[in-house]
């Protein structure tokens, strides 16, 4: 504040209830060829600076400054009528206070939201609080309006400290599209790995923002099973995963059921024991030996390749078992295309070498897994799942 004040040359003449440092003006918002105070003019402090402003100004978007500064009929109050006795804000900085006769004061043309630069941004944080303060519901959007506008576009020269505090007011205002505007921008920020991944998360969990926390964790997650993607042996316990450290406890914990649980639900779809069914005119034995043998292996083949595949990892679950789903019906279609009018088939023809019965995917497992499977592909019940 001491850019903008300068200390008072006379001695104020009655100290404040707590005695703090004496009281300075405000070099912006404290004009000394103002009109002395008077109906419509009052010394206002904040902290310790002094304010000369127009109570009309204040009253004019605020209910609540208007019961603060509406005037009794008849006399003025001694209360805003000079330095000495000035209105007191408590609770406010004289920076907030600062920022908002700055707004306040700014003609229309300089209020439209997608011209106002990004230096204002911490101004408008104060605004935004000022604004919720003294229920100046107009200024509240539109700080909300302006404020999406700058974390849009310029996401990039914002830091994480940024990003916390426009978290923190778009929650102080119940904005739920700042909010989105706030998360999604810093997770591209995360992604991107521009931004840390672990105050984010802290971050999060401290404004219980569970849909951010999930995107964060899934993100996490994909680190931990790309490190675990080739075992050096199946019965060595996995102690410890390089993308957990440094985590708090509980963002481990979740990241850590939620492998789980995966790794559970995928082992279980690979013992699945799906197998063609047998068709009349297919004898038992072709069946067995033939059939059977050749889907288990195209089974087999695609249970493998999404496994090992760094465009599905265990995060992808659902996406797992459609490019498994998607194979086995590659598998029928060939099976078709070399069986022509397959329905027609003779007994003779099915057993002969290379013609196969058809996998039919009527009343399937892997339809049965896929219902069970969340649609939207959030990891949200996995990761969350031990806190019911
Ligand atoms: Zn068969």
Not at 357 to 371: F, G, N, S
Request: with cysteine; proline share 7%.
């Amino acid at each position: 504040m001491s850019e903008f004040a300068t200390v008072l040359e006379r001695p104020v003449k009655r100290a404040r209830p707590d005695s703090g440092p004496p009281y300075v003006r405000d070099q912006q918002f404290y004009d000394d060829e103002a009109p002395a105070p008077s109906v419509d003019w009052c010394i206002v402090s904040a902290e310790n600076v002094l304010f000369k402003v127009q109570r009309s100004l204040l009253m004019r978007d605020s209910p609540l400054f208007s019961t603060l500064f509406g005037l009794p009929q008849g006399q003025l109050p001694a209360e805003g009528q000079s330095d000495a006795y000035p209105i007191v804000l408590a609770g406010d900085t004289a920076s907030d206070f600062r920022a908002l006769l700055t707004y306040l004061t700014k003609p229309g043309f300089e209020l439209i939201p997608k011209d106002i630069p990004l230096d204002e941004f911490q101004n408008l944080l104060s605004l935004g609080k000022m604004a919720h303060k003294y229920q100046m519901s107009g200024w509240e959007r539109w700080t909300g309006t302006v404020l999406i506008e700058l974390v849009d576009k310029h996401a990039r020269r914002l830091s994480t400290k940024d990003f916390s505090v426009a978290l923190d007011l778009a929650m102080l205002l119940s904005h739920a599209s700042l909010r989105d505007a706030v998360t999604d921008n810093w997770y591209s920020m995360v992604s991107a790995a521009r931004l840390p991944i672990l105050d984010a998360m802290d971050i999060a969990e401290r404004h219980a923002q569970r849909s951010f926390l999930v995107r964060l964790y899934t993100q996490q997650l994909k680190l931990v099973c790309h490190e675990t993607q080739q075992p050096p042996s199946p019965f060595v316990a996995v102690v410890t995963f390089q993308a957990l450290r440094g985590l708090q406890p509980i963002h481990s914990q979740r990241i850590l059921a939620a492998h789980s649980s995966l790794s559970i639900a995928w082992s279980a779809f690979r013992r699945l024991e799906i197998l063609p069914r047998r068709e009349p005119g297919c004898s038992p034995d072709h069946h067995e030996r033939t059939c059977c043998r050749k889907f288990r292996s195209v089974w087999l083949e695609a249970i493998n390749t999404a496994d090992s595949s760094r465009s599905l990892p265990l995060t992808s679950l659902r996406q797992r078992v459609l490019f498994v789903q998607d194979q086995l019906a590659h598998y029928k279609q060939d099976t078709m295309i070399n069986n022509p009018g397959d329905r027609i088939l003779s007994p003779m023809a099915r057993t002969s070498p290379g013609i196969y019965c058809i996998y039919v995917d009527e009343r399937d497992e892997i339809k049965r897994v896929l219902a069970a499977l969340p649609l939207t592909n959030s990891l949200d019940p996995y990761f969350f799942a031990a806190e019911a």
